[in-house]
C-alpha cells in the first residue's frame, strides 16, 4: 500500500494542502482509490462514512479538473457532480471539497432541497466546476433551466445505498437522461444488495471495484453489546447509560421522530443536555442542532436514520440505538459513526421483546450473532420477554433458544 500521497501521484499543490490538514498518509480507500480515478477509470467502491471516502474521491477529481483547459469562471459549465441522498451530507461533502481544494482556483457549489431556490440560482451563474446537490433539487434546477449538464465529465453517487433507500430511482433515472454518456462514475456505497448492483450495471462501465471493508460488516473497532430490557425502561436505561455510566456524548438513534423528542425532552428533564435531529425541524434548526453537537455542548443528539445519515462528527466514541432500525443496513451506518480513525467506540442497542426479529435480520446482515446481555438494575422481566410469533420453525428455535440464554444469564455478561 503506498506510504504518502506522494506516491498516488497527487499534485503537489493538493499535497501541501493536505499536509497543511495533518493527513500524514492516505487511508485504504484513499490509496486504492485516488490511482484509479486519475486513470479514469469508473469505480464500484464498499466504503463507510469515517473511512476517508471523500477525499478518496474528491482530491483526484479536483486534480483531473485542475488539469482540463480552464474556462473563465462566468463561462464555466459544471464538469463534475456528486450525488448525495441528504442535505446534511451535501453540506459536509461542500466543506470537504473547500477545504481539499482550497489552492486549486476551482470553484464549487450546492443545491440541495428544504431551503430557498433563488440563491442557489444566484450562486450558480457565478460559474462553478463542482457541484454537489441532491437529486430532486438538482431536477427542480434543470427544469427551471439554472444549469445544464451537458458538459459534465465526472458523476459521483456518494451513499448511493442510501439514495436508493430513500426512493431516489426516479429521480436519478430522469438526471442521467441528461448526463453525457462519455464520463467518468464513481459509485460509494456503504452496503451493497440487488437494487445497487443493478444501479452499477447501468452507470458504470468497467469499474474497478474497491472495498475497504468487508460488505455489510461492522467497523472492527466498534463493540457491540446488546442490552435485554423492557420496552418500558429504555428511556430510564438510556439516562442511566449517559449519566451513571459516563457514555457521553452520544449519539442516539430512535427509529421515530416521535421517539426521538421524547427521549430528548426526557434526557433534559434529567439535566443532560440532549436535543433531537428529525425530518420536522427546519433545515436552520437541524444545522444548529449539528453545530451545537459538534462544539461538544451537548451530550446527547437524539437522531432519526434519514437525519443522521453521512453525519461526519468525529471523536465519538458512544453510539446507542433505541431498538434496531427497520433497515438491518441502517445497522451498520449507525454503528459506523463511532469507532472512527483508529478510536475504539462502543455501539450499545436495546432490545425489547418487540424488536426481536429486527434483531434477527441484522444478524443474517452481519452474519454473525449478537451477544444479549442485561444491564444490572435493568434486567428485563422474563415473563413479558416473550418471543414475537415466529414465521418459521427455525425462527421457533433460535428464539427459544435465545430465552433459554437469557434464563441462565445470572450476571448481567452471559453470551449466547
Ligand atoms: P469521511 O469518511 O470522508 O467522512 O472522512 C472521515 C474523517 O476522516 C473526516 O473528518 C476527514 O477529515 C478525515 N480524514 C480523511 N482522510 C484522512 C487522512 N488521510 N488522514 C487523516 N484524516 C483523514
Known amino acids: 500500500m503506498p506510504a504518502s500521497f506522494a506516491d498516488l501521484t497527487l499534485s503537489p499543490r493538493l499535497q501541501q494542502t493536505l499536509r497543511e490538514l495533518g493527513y500524514d498518509q492516505p487511508t485504504p480507500i484513499q490509496s486504492a482509490a485516488i490511482p484509479l480515478v486519475l486513470a479514469g477509470r469508473d469505480l464500484l467502491a464498499g466504503a463507510q462514512t469515517g473511512t476517508g471516502k471523500t477525499a478518496a474521491f474528491v482530491l483526484p477529481i479536483l486534480q483531473l479538473l485542475m488539469a482540463q483547459q ?39 457549489a450546492l443545491v440541495y432541497g428544504g431551503v430557498s431556490i433563488a440563491a442557489q440560482v444566484e450562486a450558480l451563474k457565478s460559474g462553478v466546476d463542482l457541484l454537489i446537490a ?43 437522461k441528461q448526463i453525457p454518456a462519455e464520463r467518468q462514475t464513481l459509485l460509494f456505497s456503504a452496503t451493497c444488495d440487488d437494487n445497487l448492483y443493478a444501479l452499477s450495471k447501468i452507470l458504470l462501465r468497467d469499474p474497478a471495484l474497491i472495498e475497504v471493508a468487508p460488505r455489510n460488516t461492522t467497523a472492527a473497532e466498534v463493540e457491540q453489546r446488546v ?51 428529525h425530518g420536522d425541524l427546519s433545515q436552520s434548526a437541524r444545522e444548529n442542532v449539528l453545530l451545537e453537537f459538534r462544539a461538544g455542548t451537548l451530550q446527547a443528539l437524539v ?4 437525519a443522521a445519515r453521512g453525519l461526519d462528527i468525529s471523536d465519538l466514541n458512544y453510539v446507542i440505538n433505541l431498538e434496531f432500525p427497520y433497515q438491518p443496513e441502517d445497522y451498520v451506518h449507525r ?19 418487540d424488536d426481536a426479529p429486527q434483531l434477527e435480520k441484522v444478524e443474517a446482515v452481519l452474519d454473525t450473532r449478537l451477544p444479549q446481555q442485561w444491564f444490572p438494575g435493568f434486567e428485563p422481566d422474563l415473563t413479558r420477554f ?18 433459554q440464554a437469557l434464563s441462565g444469564n445470572k450476571g448481567g455478561k452471559g453470551k449466547r
Open 70 to 108: 480552464a474556462e473563465p469562471a462566468a463561462f464555466r459549465p459544471i464538469r463534475a457532480l456528486v450525488l448525495v441522498p441528504t442535505r446534511e451530507l451535501a453540506v459536509q461533502v461542500h466543506e470537504s471539497v473547500l477545504r481539499y481544494g482550497k489552492e486549486t482556483g476551482l470553484t464549487c
Open 134 to 176: 441532491t437529486p430532486g433539487r438538482l431536477l427542480d434546477h434543470l427544469r427551471q433551466g439554472a444549469l445544464s449538464l451537458a458538459n459534465l465529465t465526472h458523476l459521483v453517487f456518494d451513499e448511493a445505498d442510501r439514495m436508493l433507500d430513500m426512493g431516489f430511482m426516479d429521480e436519478i433515472t430522469a438526471l442521467l
Open 227 to 277: 442490552y435485554a430490557v423492557d420496552g418500558d425502561r429504555k428511556l430510564a436505561l438510556v439516562e442511566h447509560l449517559l449519566k451513571e455510566k459516563g457514555y457521553a456524548p452520544a449519539l442516539i438513534f430512535s427509529r421515530t421522530r416521535q421517539g426521538a423528542d421524547q427521549l430528548a425532552q426526557r434526557l433534559g428533564k434529567g439535566g443532560i443536555n440532549a436535543l433531537a435531529l
Open 303 to 306: 437522531a432519526t436514520d434519514v
Open 335 to 353: 454503528i459506523g459513526r463511532t469507532g472512527r480513525a483508529g478510536n475504539k467506540g462502543l455501539a450499545i442497542t436495546l432490545l425489547s421483546p
Open 386 to 403: 416473550d418471543p414475537a410469533p415466529r414465521r418459521s420453525s427455525k425462527g421457533a428455535q433460535k428464539q427459544k433458544a435465545r430465552k
